[in-house]
């Protein structure tokens, strides 16, 4: 069961927007379904949920933060870099077969 | 507010059993799937094990598919992974979640709360 894939790290200074980029299969992502999912997951901490259904925002979750899908391959952009957005993203999608598959991580670095 | 505590982490031998365990609070545990997941030391995020509400469905990946059984007591509002055979490529932070449902029994196809994980260490 490949991962789904992901840039190993993004930076960005403070302020600035950054954009990572989560490719798949029409098995996953590409799905018309749209049951893509990112979480972030500080040093050391458990996964929290920022995005869900490519686009939305869970309450408490800033306006910073959103996503956005073509074909095969989602994103996520995070908007105003803040020092308190270093830590690894990952991306989810549901996949075909009722199992889930994860991307590789890309850990955001803020200058 | 909601609540997930994993338990039951451990060192083990390859080849011996260890059941975790997941307890939830502040939410109806009853009308929730449950799933298990797993990361390796400095690696990413995979996923172990789906249960339905009621116990009645239940998924899982390929590497762990007839080695692990995901279960859960509704009445205890804890979830379980029974882990037997177990392998050194089984080390990872156990971390249980919950999948959201506007509706019960419909899914919602990600999660929504997290528990803070255990460790599980498969060594001689």
């Known amino acids: 069961q490949s991962a789904l894939t992901q840039p190993a790290s993004v930076s960005g200074s403070p302020g600035q927007s950054i954009t990572i980029s989560c490719t798949g299969t029409?098995?996953?992502?590409?799905?018309?379904?749209?049951?893509v999912s990112w979480y972030q997951q500080p040093p050391g901490k458990a996964p929290q949920l920022i995005i869900h259904?490519?686009?939305s925002r869970p309450s408490g979750v800033s306006s910073r933060f959103s996503g956005s899908k073509s074909g095969n391959s989602a994103s996520l952009t995070i908007s105003g870099l803040q020092a308190e957005d270093e830590a690894d993203y990952y991306c989810a999608s549901h996949r075909s077969g009722n199992t889930y598959v994860f991307g590789t991580g890309t850990k955001v670095t803020v200058l | 507010q909601v609540q997930l505590v994993e338990s039951g982490g451990g060192v083990v031998q390859p080849g011996r059993s260890l059941r975790l365990s997941c307890a939830a609070s502040?939410?109806?545990?009853?009308?929730?799937?449950i799933h298990w997941f797993r990361q390796a030391p400095g690696k990413g995020l995979d996923w172990v094990a789906t249960i339905s509400y009621d116990g009645r469905i239940t998924f899982y990946t390929d590497s762990v598919r007839g080695r692990f059984t995901i279960s859960r007591d509704n009445s205890k509002s804890t979830l379980y992974l029974q882990m037997n055979s177990l392998r050194p490529e089984d080390t990872a932070v156990y971390y249980c979640?919950?999948?959201?449902?506007?509706?019960?029994?419909?899914?919602?196809?990600?999660?929504?709360?997290w528990g803070l994980g255990t460790l599980v260490t498969v060594s001689s």
């Open positions: 029409s098995s996953d992502v590409g799905n018309y379904n749209n049951r």
């Open positions: 979640a919950r999948e959201p449902a506007a509706t019960v029994g419909v899914p919602s196809f990600y999660f929504d709360y």
């Open positions: 502040g939410f109806t545990f009853s009308h929730y799937a």
């Open positions: 259904d490519v686009t």
